[in-house]
């Protein structure tokens, strides 16, 4: 894992070269800390710090995080979790994350991932773009059948997410999951996500990696 940090004066940012899948959320919320065309491309004394933060927490795949070095406050995970399946990209997932890494002891504790689901990254379990190098299509209908009738709890419930060996992502707590234009949408008392590319179901496992012998590292 490629991690660079930039120390300002307020605020130390760290940036995950491999899950960064250029959504563009920092260039064009802060321009002036953030310039792919500059070296190094990230000023941290470009902004304030709260405005810093403020985009920071944009960035949906994790690649940005950011620490205050000032009396400002850390990232709160959002209270209720979700994840949004992308046409023809990943599983961006919010919450109080704790991803299980394949041979890790201890969980990443994360606010906001983007999780490779057409089984094509070579940074699983997480996106790294290669979709589109894979001509990856999923017009990311939910099926809703077993979508549960619950209401998320007043406290920031964890949510474990485990990617399984040559198969699915193993997800576990409440969330809801939406379809791209949000038309499908449900909560559901955890789940098995493709992450294969191969499911007749997306975005859930059908059990069709087996058939294509997916491999990926997993618990
Ligand atoms: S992981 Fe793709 S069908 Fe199971």
Known sequence: MKRLTYTGNDVEITYDVERCIHAAECANGLPGVFDPNRKPW????????????????????????????????????????????????????????????????QPLVETRAAFCRCGASKAKPFCDGAHQEAKFRDGCRVDLARAVDAEYSDDTDVIDVTPLADGPLKVEGLIEIAGADNAETGRFAGAFLCRCGASSNKPFCDGSHREIAFEAAGS
């Open 42 to 105: 990230v000023d941290p004394n470009g902004a304030s710090a709260d405005e810093v933060a403020a985009v920071i927490q944009r960035c949906p795949t994790g690649a940005l995080k950011f620490r205050r070095t000032d009396s400002g406050s850390a990232e709160v995970p959002a209270e209720n979790a979700t994840i949004a399946v992308a046409e023809d990209g990943p599983l961006y997932v919010t919450g109080n994350l704790h991803i299980h890494m394949p041979d890790a002891e």
